[in-house]
């Protein structure tokens, strides 16, 4: 008899061993119950409790919650697990997402601010942009950087163009405040490498005449040129007389096409009316124009004009030279 009770229990302990590793295999090696990957949020302070019912709840496992929640307690991993936007693969396991959750492999967003836009078209492109959390409720530039940094400027071009890289649940000032530092660093970095004798008091004039020449030209090689040139016309009292600063100044009643009566018409950002820089950036600026600004091309030029392929210009060191130039490709006579 006590022969008989021992066998039992030997066998009886033999299928829970069985059971419990059917169980177990079946856990480690079961797909998820996705085709084309999916994304799953994981929210601040969920426990895995939490997560395997919402994993369950969504179709993603065909398992019950317990599985998932008991191994990681087995494992002591539970409280490791990191909250985040998450896009799980078709091919994985449970296991193998705990590992993706714990090690906190999130999705990374990307969010691209182009050289050249202006500060409101940034602003717009966030607001456009439903993977931010919009919480800016400032109507003016200057509110906006009032608000970023404390100061009391224009805030046009004062965010540098880059790709930048974020997480769900980051704000739209997040972005801007990378943005503004990235600048604020830029240009503090170019300044100490700057040529000597520049007509420029402040960085700050740097940056607007760096905005210029990034929409003056999209020729990479001819930016220290251009720059060259509008140094050396400031150092000779000449006006800049640069078409993106008349543009920038008629701000919605620009139309496309740049008028005589609009050259003349006075604006603080007419640069055919009015001697040096303009009061402020006219665009977002790249290092590349920053470090042109900084650093301009020698030479004797003072004008130039645009042949039309390329981006490319055409420069000259006298007026008669540069009409010429203007009537050959701009005016094509």
Partial sequence: MRFLLRDLCLLILIILIYAGYSQYSMFISTPLNIENGETFTIKSGS????ISHQLTKK?????????????GRYKNTAHLIKAGEYHIEASKTLPELLTQFIEGEVVQHTFTIVEGMTSKQ??????????????????????????????SRHGEGEFAPDTYYFLAGTTDIAILKRAHKLMQDNLAEAWLKKADNLPY??????LIMASIIEKETGNASERSQIAGVFVRRLEKGMRLQ?????????????????????????????TYTRSGLPPSPIALTGKAAIEAALNPAGGD?????????????????????????????????
């Fill in 47 to 50: 426990n895995l409790l939490q």
């Fill in 59 to 71: 179709n993603i496992t065909p398992l019950s919650p317990s599985y998932l929640y008991w191994y």
């Fill in 122 to 151: 940034l602003i717009a492109s966030l607001a456009a942009d439903n993977r931010l959390v919009h919480t800016l409720k400032a109507e003016s530039l200057k509110e906006i950087l009032l608000l970023i940094e404390g100061a």
């Fill in 201 to 206: 008091e402040t960085p700050y004039e740097a």
């Fill in 242 to 270: 640069s078409d993106p600063t008349i543009i920038y100044g008629m701000g919605e009643q620009y139309t496309g096409n740049i008028s005589k009566k609009d050259l003349m018409r006075d604006t603080t950002y007419n």
């Fill in 301 to 333: 030029s003072l004008y130039f004009v645009a042949m039309g392929r390329e981006g490319r210009h055409v420069f000259s060191n006298n007026l008669t030279d540069h009409n010429k130039a203007v009537r050959k490709y701009q005016l094509k006579k």
